[in-house]
């Protein structure tokens, strides 16, 4: 079964730390991986998209990908209270005629002042 | 840009009765639309995925005849809840694309059913 998975929560850090966020997934033909942050009783709103192996940096956040391992995670440097949200892991998988994106259950992340 | 609207934002009904939710993305062509349903404390379920003028495709569990999906065009789709019931209390969120981009979303749909 297709599927995404991320790691436990909740996750609390203090103000200033890294909080590093880790998903894996079970699609080994997935080509493009995707960071949403989404606050309570909000939408989801995009953090980072990665496709290629490796790192790749946004400001704060760098989000990394190993397709051998099937495995995409997301540091945030110098974490900020406003960070305090639930991350979600978003994966591309293709259908027999279509691709559709999954959502992992999400991380609830806590940065604490 | 990749602006995604959704409306209503929230809406109460009673049992039995249905409700249309539409998406419209403002700033750009949206080849596929995809609506997602989640639950308190759980994560985003994809309920199906829709390309303009074709049917939708529905994820397995989801019904179709109650969760009417409509993508007339490459910036409107709309679902309608028909018959909606309590259990039907959710959070609708769609999202958009462009081909490859990253989905865009909309603010979400709070429906619930009395």
């Known amino acids: 079964q297709k599927e995404v998975e991320q790691n436990s929560g909740p996750l609390s850090v203090p103000e200033g730390a890294i909080a590093s966020l880790n998903c894996t997934y079970s699609?080994?033909?997935?080509?493009?991986f995707f960071w949403y942050r989404q606050y309570s009783g909000k939408s989801p709103e995009l953090i980072m998209s990665?496709?290629?192996?490796g790192d790749k940096e946004d400001g704060r956040f760098t989000a990394q990908l190993n397709k051998a391992s099937q495995y995409v995670s997301l540091l945030i440097r110098d974490s900020q209270p406003s960070d305090s949200a639930t991350y979600l892991c978003?994966?591309?998988?293709?259908?027999?005629?279509?691709?559709?994106?999954?959502f992992g259950p999400g991380t609830s992340l806590s940065v604490i002042p | 840009g990749a602006v995604v609207s959704q409306h209503p934002s929230r809406v109460i009904c009673k049992s039995g009765t249905s409700v249309k939710i539409e998406c419209r993305s403002l700033?750009?062509?949206?080849?596929?639309m995809f609506w997602y349903r989640q639950f308190p404390k759980q994560s985003l379920m994809l309920m199906a995925t829709?390309?303009?003028?074709?049917?939708?495709?529905?994820e397995q569990g989801v019904e179709k005849d109650k969760f009417l999906i409509n993508h007339a065009s490459l910036t409107l789709s709309t679902l309608t809840v028909t018959s909606a019931h309590p259990e039907d209390s959710s959070f609708y969120i769609c999202?958009?694309?462009?081909?490859?981009?990253?989905?865009?979303f909309g603010n979400g749909t709070r429906l619930t059913v009395t």
């Open positions: 999202s958009a694309r462009d081909d490859w981009s990253p989905l865009h």
């Open positions: 699609d080994r033909v997935s080509q493009s």
């Open positions: 990665i496709y290629s192996n």
């Open positions: 978003a994966v591309e998988m293709r259908e027999t005629s279509y691709d559709k994106v999954i």
């Open positions: 700033d750009f062509q949206a080849t596929t």
């Open positions: 829709s390309n303009e003028g074709s049917k939708a495709t529905y």
